[in-house]
C-alpha cells in the first residue's frame, strides 16, 4: 500500500515538475535542473519588477514635477571649468532663452555651446558655460540663478499652460 502512495506522490510531483517547467521555459529534463531554471527564472521576475517599481516612481516624480507649481526642471553638471546645464520647461515665454543666458552672463559664464529648442509651448535647453571670471560658482549657485532667470521671465507674462 505504502508503494502506491509513493508512486502516485512521485506521479504527482514529477507533474507538477513538468508544469513548472513549461512555465519557465525550461528546455532541461532533469528534475534538479527544472527546480534551478525555476529559481533563475524567480530572480530575473524580482528584478523586473524592482525596475518596474523606479520606472513608476520615476514617472510619479515626473508627473508631480509637471503639476507643481514650479514649471521647469534644471539639472547642472560641472564639467572641469565650466557647467553643463539643462532646462526642460513645460511652459514657454518670449525671452525665457535671453534670461537665463543673461544669467549666465552675471555669473560670469560663457556660453561655449548651445541647444535650444521650443516646441508645443515646452522648451528645452543644454548648454555648455565655460567659467570667465566666475569666483565661488558652483553647480547649486548655477541652478539657483537659471530657476531665477525662469522665475522671472515667468513673472513678466509668459504664456501659462492649464
Do not use: W
Amino acid at each position: 500500500m505504502m508503494s502506491r502512495e509513493r508512486k502516485k506522490a512521485a506521479a504527482g510531483l514529477h507533474e507538477k515538475l513538468q508544469i513548472l517547467r513549461s512555465v519557465t521555459h525550461s528546455r532541461v529534463l532533469s528534475d534538479t535542473s527544472i527546480i534551478l531554471d525555476a529559481s533563475e527564472y524567480i530572480q530575473e521576475l524580482k528584478q523586473k519588477v524592482v525596475r518596474l517599481k523606479q520606472e513608476i516612481a520615476c514617472e510619479d516624480e515626473a508627473g508631480a514635477l509637471k503639476h507643481s507649481s514650479s514649471p521647469a526642471t534644471v539639472t547642472v553638471e560641472t564639467l572641469g571649468h565650466g557647467f553643463l546645464v539643462s532646462v526642460f520647461s513645460d511652459k514657454s515665454c518670449p525671452g525665457l532663452l535671453v534670461s537665463i543666458l543673461e544669467a549666465f552672463d552675471e555669473l560670469g559664464l560663457s556660453v561655449l555651446e548651445a541647444t535650444a529648442s521650443c516646441a508645443d509651448d515646452t522648451f528645452h535647453l543644454e548648454a555648455v558655460g565655460g567659467e570667465n571670471q566666475a569666483e565661488n560658482v558652483d553647480e547649486h549657485v548655477v541652478k539657483q540663478a537659471v530657476l531665477r532667470a525662469i522665475r522671472n521671465c515667468g513673472s513678466e507674462g509668459c504664456r501659462q499652460q492649464e
